[in-house]
């Protein structure tokens, strides 16, 4: 017999290897029993992959959908916002000028004409609005201002006033610049683009057309409106009060006409928002469905998932205590071995490595039936707590009252099936334990008749050993 070191070393790694299983076999079943979903995509479905992926698909494109949607909604909700800013001053000031040219008050018309340059300039600020980076109202060219400067288009206003020679003169001047198409207006103060943005897509088959550009008829007719007093402020017709009066006058009548349409325009703008939020309750719902199916494929039992993360518990600690267990004795096998004597008699220790290495086993196999009893308590633990209505264990289990004759007869056939495993692992444990007995009775006797060899004692055997049989 090659006496050597290498079937402790096997049995070591073997137990390294077990609880390194385990662990991973925990981890797997602790992340189960906190998500309440599989691990394995594979073993949820029994193999086949193809209805849970169609509902990711699904779901993928519903958060595609979703996120359209949030940016169309944003969008909506700024753009009907800065409608309301447009109309509110342009509601206003065409009040404020109508009352006080109808009341012959020059002074104050003059003022309302101040006032009106203020809120051409906040009306240009307005249309070139942001939203996430992109422009508002100038179509598809989302990454550049919708109108040119409110100075610049002014000046052109102011210039085209000054030129004039009557009140009449000038509202004709300051309509060309507004024609459409030709008018100075589209090529100098709309710089947004002349196509509109594409319709977004909200749904499956559902789209979206809700796109708005600065140089709309509505919103020319406001700025139109507004310029006619502006230019008044800006120094036309200077000293020409009824000339002042004829401008701020056509604008007041104007504003109010325009009105209108920026009433129109929201309303448009409302109906956009309505549906919009009609496309995210449908994909809110739509969403919840998707993730039920999903959850139906790959949701765990929170009963079996806690019965298995008990179980591989006990087998984890099962093998730690082996593997504590085994270097002890290695320890103590080693110090034995340190303090012997000189070696006498080869074959003698070979017998007793022989009869240590089967106590050893014998050791072993009865820990493992031993761990085997321990699970088959969880497991039968496990199953009465799957029964339902029921939170106590076993013990607990036989100190309730008599059920039904059925339900006696059941739990007899299960109780004798148990003790019948339970008497097996039993016979064979004390089976176990008389041989080990029986080996330390072994190994004592010859630890008394002989002395037992160090390491050195056991090399130097083994050289001579291996000398003679090349000798041989």
């Not at 699970?375 to 309730?400: T, Y």
Request: net charge negative; charged share 25%.
């Amino acid at each position: 017999m090659k006496v050597n070191g290498a079937s402790d070393l096997a049995r070591m790694q073997a137990l390294q290897g077990r609880a390194f299983n385990t662990r991973a076999a925990l981890d797997l079943a602790a992340r189960e029993l906190t998500t309440g979903q599989k691990t394995s995509r594979y073993e949820a479905t029994g193999g086949n992959l193809t209805r849970l992926f169609a509902l990711e698909r699904s779901l993928d494109r519903n958060a595609v959908f979703s996120e359209t949607i949030s940016l169309t909604e944003l969008r909506l909700d700024v753009m009907q916002e800065s409608l309301g800013r447009i109309l509110a001053p342009a509601e206003s000031l065409a009040i404020d000028l109508t009352s006080a040219v109808g009341q012959g008050d020059v002074a104050g018309a003059l003022l309302h004409a101040e006032t009106a340059r203020t809120i051409f300039r906040d009306v240009v600020g307005i249309l070139n609005t942001q939203v996430a980076g992109q422009s508002l109202f100038a179509g598809t060219a989302t990454d550049s201002t919708a109108l040119a400067p409110a100075d610049a288009i002014l000046a052109d206003l102011d210039a085209l006033a000054a030129g004039a020679a009557t009140a009449a003169d000038a509202i004709t001047a300051i309509d060309a610049y507004f024609q459409k198409p030709g008018g100075a207006f589209y090529t100098n103060g709309y710089i947004g683009s002349v196509d509109d943005l594409s319709p977004v897509e909200i749904g499956e088959g559902q789209r979206i057309d809700y796109g708005m550009r600065a140089d709309a008829d509505e919103l020319v007719a406001v700025l139109r409106a507004q310029s006619l007093a502006a230019v008044v402020e800006g120094g036309a017709f200077a000293g020409q009060p009824a000339e002042q009066m004829t401008l701020l006058g056509t604008a007041g009548s104007r504003l109010l006409a325009a009105k209108e349409g920026i009433l129109d325009l929201r309303a448009r703008v409302g109906v956009s928002q309505e549906t919009v939020e009609r496309a995210r309750a449908e994909r809110i719902r739509e969403r919840d469905t998707l993730d039920i199916a999903r959850a139906k494929i790959v949701a765990t039992d929170p009963l079996e998932s806690a019965s298995n993360y008990q179980t591989l518990q006990v087998q984890l600690e099962s093998a730690h205590a082996a593997r504590k267990k085994r270097l002890r004795e290695l320890g103590q096998a080693r110090l034995a071995l340190e303090t012997t004597g000189p070696v006498r008699n080869l074959a003698g220790v070979e017998r007793a490595l022989k009869v240590a290495h089967q106590a050893s086993s014998a050791v072993n196999e009865r820990a493992s039936l031993e761990s085997r009893a321990r699970q088959l308590r969880h497991a039968i633990d496990a199953g009465i707590a799957r029964l339902g209505c029921w939170s106590g264990d076993l013990n607990a289990m036989e100190r309730l009252a008599l059920p039904a004759h059925a339900t006696i007869e059941q739990f007899r056939l299960d109780l004798e099936d148990g003790e019948r495993t339970a008497r097996q692992l039993m016979e064979a444990a004390n089976e176990l334990e008389a041989r080990l007995r029986e080996a330390e009775t072994q190994l004592q006797a010859y630890q008394g008749a002989h002395d037992v060899p160090s390491l050195a004692d056991l090399e130097q055997a083994r050289q001579t050993r291996q000398q003679g049989w090349q000798w041989v």
